[in-house]
């Protein structure tokens, strides 16, 4: 039976005012199923408090091939850095 | 402190609910999927969490010394008292969930009517409870549904499972003789069968399954009176502490 069912992308919020962050995958025959997966495999220790599950196969995916032409490029340009600023103590989650 | 009708009811409920983790521990490794061995093994965990504490308050309440361990491990099959349809075998996924369903659609109103219980303690579990069950009830019905509107075979299964374990119900549903718990609020709902009743009945609607014609229903599990599905299923718990007592690890 393992692999018949389809796989889905779990996202998590840790807590409020952070984003939903990708934590892994569970296989589940549909969306509500997965959620419950979900919740038993990575919030069981009040690890967040929402949960975000997409198909697997509904996410578009960068080629791995295509590495040098999308990303290398940016390498070289510094003025796109924000390398110049101080950032006060104040300001989390940059 | 002695309170031969309370104790009763903590022992029953605290056997519903080690009987049947016991028997979802002997699903794990053999649901159709990992994710589902995980959901069924947190299951029966909550549920060996809420024994836990129904067995130690029964010891409190016995005032005899005994702890949590004395009534899971030192008693025969018949003094336990739950209901019979939480002893009966996995069977199939269908047999497995169906069960689960129908013992989790009682076991949320019971948890829910215990919240208002005069009995502090009870109502403090009962609170954490009714949120684990919640979870519990939403699994077990969704599945319910997914296979009773799904395919011709899970169908067919969902219906075997239903008709087959229906004779269990009536014993679930109704304890007769809590009366005096239910006059001084310490267990305040004597209407959880019927409440039972209806969430079983819209659940098998949405899920396209009949509910069954009358037949003849089995009885008196909450009085002890056992298949003989319980006797090996307790051998198995017990004889790892009736071979080595007082072991620590």
């Known amino acids: 039976m393992t692999g018949s069912w389809p796989m889905w992308e779990v996202f998590v919020r840790a807590r409020r005012g952070v984003d ?21 495999l990575f919030t069981r220790r009040q690890e ?38 101080e950032l006060p103590a104040e300001v989390d989650h940059m | 402190m002695t309170d031969p009708c309370l104790l009763t009811h903590l022992l029953r409920q605290g056997d519903r609910a080690l009987v049947l983790a016991q028997r979802l521990g002997q699903v794990i490794t053999h649901a159709p999927e990992l994710e589902e061995d995980m959901a069924v093994a947190n299951i029966s965990l909550d549920l060996i969490g809420q024994a836990r504490h129904l067995y130690t308050y029964a010891g409190e309440v016995e005032g005899l010394g005994h702890d949590e361990n004395h009534f899971a491990y030192w008693r025969g099959a018949e ?10 075998p996995n069977g199939d996924f269908a047999v497995t969930i169906v069960r689960q369903f129908f013992h989790d659609a009682y076991a949320l109103h019971y948890w829910e009517s215990m919240e ?18 919640s979870f519990h009830l939403r699994h077990s019905r969704g599945w319910v549904v997914r296979l009773g509107d799904g395919t011709v075979e899970s169908r067919r299964r969902a ?3 239903i008709d087959s374990l229906w004779r269990f119900t009536t014993d679930l549903a109704s304890i007769t003789d809590e009366t005096d718990l239910h006059d001084s609020g310490v267990v305040p709902d004597s209407e959880v069968g019927g409440r039972w009743s209806d969430t079983v009945v819209a659940a098998l609607a949405e899920a396209t399954l009949d509910v069954p014609a009358d037949t003849d229903m089995v009885t008196g599990g ?4 056992h298949s003989a599905h319980l006797s090996p299923l307790l051998e198995e718990l017990q004889a790892l502490t009736r071979a080595h007592p007082g072991a620590q690890w």
């Open chain 2, 222 to 225: 909450w009085h002890g009176h």
């Open chain 2, 79 to 88: 003094e336990f008292l739950n209901p019979q349809l939480v002893e009966q």
């Open chain 2, 116 to 133: 208002a219980s005069s009995d502090a303690t009870l109502a403090a579990l009962a609170a954490r409870a009714r949120k684990e069950t």
């Open chain 2, 159 to 161: 219906q075997l499972a």
């Open chain 1, 20 to 40: 939903h962050v990708h934590f892994g995958s569970v296989h589940a025959a549909d969306g509500e199923s997965a959620l419950q997966a979900a919740r038993d």
């Open chain 1, 48 to 85: 967040g408090v929402s949960i975000w599950v997409v198909r697997s196969s509904d996410v578009v995916a960068s080629d791995p091939d295509d590495e040098a032409e999308l990303f290398e490029p940016a390498a070289d340009k510094e003025y796109r850095f924000p390398t110049h600023y």
